[in-house]
């Protein structure tokens, strides 16, 4: 890989195992020359093998809960004093619903659990933005970004609250990106990936089903996860200076079919 990121610094949330988008971003940003923190919740960190990709990154883990600010403080102070430096990116694959996991119907949600979904998967982005904001962390033209999906604009019933979620996820990159971009000129942008199988992903209902749906819809077919890493390494690179405020669909043109021939001959 070309060394588009050479001398950038960043943080990279979400890294689980060796399936996570997150996980192939990083191996993608070292190989493009960036150095980094990896970050994910305590829970997560007893989970996933997080410190298996640490190891091949040459970087360390700082455990962070991302629905708090005091530990989003501690982290990218950590972050800062590591690295020597602001940072260049930041990286938000963070996503969670509990209705989901338990399969709770969207027409019977369990509140305290969507306000959770809420908290985790959106609100945790404006938390990242802000204390980074209000640490004057990053540097100019830099690139902050999460991952996002297409059920924010369309229906997929079996994805829950999370399509709601989403939705608050990609008006918070609208919105503070204006803030971030007048101040500082750093960029912030959702990009949304097709469906992709992680361990998250292949926890929604019926996922096999849909998957096979929107890669037979699609005309590229599915986008896969190294695909979407490589996608996001651009982003954050000054290639894409002058990009922000943008749900960039990563689908293979799955969000602007109508119809497929293909699927009306099966």
Known sequence: ????????????????????????IALKAKAAGANF???????????GKINELAEQCETSVIAADATKMDDLDALFEQSMEQLGGKLDFVVHSIGMSPNVRKKRHYTNLNHDWYLKTFDISAISFHKVLQTAFQKEAMNQWGSIMALSYIAAQKVFPDYGDMADAKSALESIARSFGYHFGARDKVRVNTVSQSPTMTTAGSGVSGFDRFFDYADKMSPLGNADANACADF?????????KMVTMQNLYHDGGFSNMGLNPALLEE
Do not use: E, Q
């Open 232 to 240: 996001c390494i651009s982003l954050m690179s000054d290639y894409c």
């Open 1 to 24: 890989m070309h060394k588009i990121l050479d001398g950038k610094r960043g943080i990279i949330f979400g890294a689980l195992d060796d399936k996570s988008i997150a996980w192939k």
């Open 37 to 47: 923190t990896l970050s994910n919740a305590p829970v997560a960190l007893r989970m």
